[in-house]
């Protein structure tokens, strides 16, 4: 049985909507490289036909995925240890959603909060497409087609997550025992909140701060971060959590204790600090866009081929193993 023994592969990916911020970075990629560092076979999805579930515009789709993989190459993920690959790449990813769109009563797919917050937070209510409302059930295919032990996630894609693993019990139950069932793996540091104060650090928000931001970039969004009324550096999420805010990514970005930082800016004001954080953020952002500048965009995509060469073929040897399993390997 696949599930017996421990399964060090793991399977995450990203839409290819736009750079990658710092959000992305504490939130999932730093965790993505420790865990392919630690020896997890990781695979990298790509997730390009998720994209226009919420737009039809794919004009910007090639150049967001080249750009997705000079971000990825550029914090440390390596190509020898991590696969990359593109969803629509893949044609069996697509033959998977089919098959599995028949494990799942439509009443169950219309069950889950992350994509009912979506269709609201898009204003979609009235107009949503079939593939938006059972992405989920896509997103199962793009995880069990590579029959992983892990999937590391935001909280947010949890909803998704219990659904895959309903999807491989069905099928494994239906028909015979072909997919693992995976664990999801939440990373264990809170979301980014935005430069603006609001709830998360979103490109589509304008309140992040990109890894490929400029020096100049970073010390201007960092200027014009939305503080708190008076002017002492304080921790005090309840009556001043844009500060607090601010205080949380400075300790993430230079690995100080919040009394250090206090204790820093004690008796100083916020332009002190915010130059402070801005210089912080600059060097630690310069290790990342070195490594970026020497990676080509030829070479990113020349990885990313090399990727989908060889998730094409554990995507070939599952799906055969799918209709195998399903009596449907017919022999023509
Ligand atoms: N829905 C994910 C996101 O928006 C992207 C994604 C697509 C994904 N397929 C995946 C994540 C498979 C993990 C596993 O972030």
Redesign the pocket.
């Known amino acids: 049985m696949v599930s017996d023994k421990i399964n060090r592969r793991l399977?995450?990916?990203?839409?290819p909507t736009g750079p990658l911020h710092l959000g992305h970075y504490f939130g999932s990629l730093k965790n993505r490289v420790k865990l392919q560092d630690e020896g997890y076979e990781t695979f990298i999805?790509i997730?390009d036909y998720?994209v226009i579930t919420d737009r039809l515009d794919t004009s910007a789709i090639k150049e967001n995925i080249t750009n997705l993989m000079l971000d990825y190459l550029s914090v440390g993920l390596n190509s020898k240890k991590t696969t990359f690959f593109v969803?629509s790449m893949i044609p069996q990813l697509s033959e998977l959603t089919q098959i599995f769109s028949m494990l799942v009563s439509t009443s169950r797919v219309g069950r889950n909060p992350t994509v009912k917050e979506e269709i609201k937070a898009m204003k979609l209510e009235s107009n949503v497409s079939l593939g938006m409302f059972s992405?989920p059930v896509?997103?199962a295919a793009?995880?069990l087609l590579f029959l992983p032990g892990v999937?590391p996630?935001?909280e947010?894609?949890l909803p998704?997550i219990e659904l895959t693993k309903e999807i491989a019990r069905k099928f494994n139950t239906a028909y015979s025992e072909v997919f693992s069932i995976p664990e999801a793996l939440l990373s264990a540091t809170p979301r980014l909140m935005g430069l603006d104060g609001s709830q998360k650090m979103s490109k589509s928000r304008n309140n992040a701060i990109f890894l490929s931001d400029s020096t100049d970039e970073v010390r201007s969004k960092i200027k014009k971060a939305v503080t708190d009324s008076g002017s002492e550096i304080v921790y005090d999420k309840n009556n001043k959590p844009n500060v607090a805010n601010l205080i949380d990514l400075y300790q993430l970005i230079a690995g100080k204790k919040v009394e250090e930082i206090v204790g820093l800016y004690a008796g100083k004001g916020y332009k002190e600090f915010k130059e402070g954080l801005g210089e912080e953020i600059v060097s630690f952002l310069k290790p990342i866009q070195e490594k970026r500048s020497k990676v080509t965009e030829k070479y990113a995509l020349e990885v990313l081929r090399q990727g989908n060469k060889k998730a094409l073929e554990v995507a070939q040897s599952t799906l055969r193993k799918v209709k195998v399993a399903m009596q449907m390997d017919y022999r023509l």
Request: aromatic letters at 4%; glycine letters at 10%.
């Open positions: 399977l995450t990916g990203d839409r999805i997730a998720q969803q992405y896509s997103q793009d995880i999937v996630v935001g947010d894609q998704h």
